[in-house]
């Protein structure tokens, strides 16, 4: 009776379900372990009781999405289109700042990500263009269009408090629009386009953004200019703080400019540090403490829960949890973290093979290239193979509103799965 009943529940692809299960528990012993710097803060317990109870509200969301027809989510992208425009409008204007990036607002006591929503809304708009602009000889090129229009527009409003995020959705809907059969001749030329933007781009960035350098040739943070009166002092406000000088609309807009090419610079000029010479408050600190982490794992791993510089990387338990996961349970631990990410894109290749039609199967494949070109992009960053992006790890990562996004991703594949039109001349090995 109880496994009937847990059937139920847990309805779909077993492939699937299973692999979101051994990531959300890989998720709990390694944010445990890696978030003891949280605990100082309070018990022991608090912030993986927390992580827990997210993870647990997350399966319930998987269930829910899971149980919504598929050709519902059509009737959703308008309303998803115009929810993520006004939020991402919102926290462009007044979001809320943590760690130098205005990307969240609050609604109610809670804080979101409006990016986190818009990421998967393009995945469903591109997925629905592609679909009805399909014909015997590949997507009609009226489809490239209409979705380069929502995608400028969204991404426009990302990529200036988010360029990582931004990025990801560029690749994924090119990987889309891919395998969506969009001439190659357009391909082609929309990936000269993208290079040429993203390099006038940096071009821009390299322009307007400034990195200070100690006598070292190391990275610091830029001084903060304050308000002085005609004699050079330095105005205060009633509370007696410092008046910090106001920025101009072009500061304002491109204020992460030089965190954009500070980043660059580390990255192409970047040098090994050894455990020694790090700078425990330098700007360098968490991404080399991450490379240390990793090569103190001796390849096996010096055992769960037992990592040593999980108290030095600022952002141990989100950003890079893969390289804390490496050193306790080593390259083999990090190699099956990476198997379950591929085996999660195999297995949506196969549910979206089985689909008689094409919009569930563009939208499934899209949401898993959402998932794993993410996670690939945390862990080559991990091992320090690409520029510090701030990416965090699908499922495994400590987060909310990302962790919420990303069950309601695996909802929506799950849903594919289970009520999409099956071409019956397709077979799936059952497991």
Not at 32 to 37: D, G, L, T, Y
Not at 76 to 97: E, K, Y
Not at 224 to 245: C, H, P, Q, R
Not at 339 to 356: N, P, S, V
Request: charged share 15%; glycine share 8%; aromatic share 10%.
């Amino acid at each position: 009776m109880l496994n009937k009943t847990l059937a139920n529940i847990f309805k779909g692809d077993k492939a699937i379900w299973m692999i979101f299960f051994f990531l959300c528990l890989i998720s709990v012993v390694e944010v445990f372990s890696a978030s003891s710097k949280l605990t100082y803060h309070s018990s022991i317990w608090g912030p993986i009781l927390k992580h827990t109870g997210i993870l647990i509200f997350g399966v319930v969301l998987t269930i829910l999405v899971m149980n919504i027809k598929v050709r519902y989510y059509k009737l959703a992208t308008p309303f998803l289109l115009i929810i993520s425009f006004l939020t991402l409008v919102w926290v462009l204007f007044a979001g809320q700042v943590t760690n130098g990036a205005q990307r969240w607002v609050s609604l109610f006591g809670f804080q979101f990500q409006p990016s986190e929503l818009a990421k998967g809304t393009i995945v469903l708009a591109v997925a629905q263009i592609l679909s009805a602009m399909q014909g015997e000889n590949g997507a009609d090129p009226k489809a490239v269009k209409y979705i380069l229009y929502i995608c400028s527009v969204i991404v426009g409003l990302i990529m200036f408090e988010n360029l990582s995020t931004a990025l990801l959705i560029c690749v994924v809907v090119y990987l889309m629009m891919f395998i969506g059969r969009v001439p190659k001749r357009l391909m082609i030329r929309i990936f000269a386009l993208a290079m040429g933007v993203i390099v006038a781009f940096f071009a821009f960035v390299w322009l307007v953004g400034d990195v200070n350098l100690t006598k070292d040739g190391e990275p610091v943070k830029p001084k903060v200019e304050y308000l002085t009166d005609e004699n050079g002092k330095i105005i205060l406000d009633a509370n007696g703080n410092k008046k910090v000088k106001p920025k101009t609309t072009v500061e304002k807009i491109f204020h992460r400019a030089d965190t954009w090419k500070t980043r660059i610079w580390k990255f192409t000029h970047g040098k090994k540090v050894e455990p020694k010479d790090i700078d425990l408050y330098g700007n360098d600190a968490q991404a080399a403490y991450a490379q240390v982490a990793i090569a103190s794992s001796g390849g096996i791993g010096v055992g769960p829960g037992k990592s040593v510089y999980r108290d030095f990387v600022a952002q141990a338990y989100s950003d890079f949890i893969y390289a804390i996961i490496i050193e306790e349970m080593g390259i083999i631990g990090g190699a099956i973290v990476l198997l379950l990410y591929i085996a999660l894109m195999m297995r949506i290749g196969q549910i979206a093979g089985r689909c008689e039609n094409t919009f569930p199967a563009f939208l499934a494949m899209g949401l898993g290239i959402l998932l794993v070109v993410q996670a690939m992009s945390n862990m080559l960053v991990a091992v320090g193979l690409a520029p510090v992006t701030g990416q965090p790890l699908p499922f495994i990562s400590r987060g909310g509103t990302a962790t919420l996004t990303n069950c309601c991703y695996i909802g929506a594949i799950l849903s594919v799965g289970l009520w999409a039109k099956k071409n019956d001349s397709k077979e799936i090995s059952k497991s």
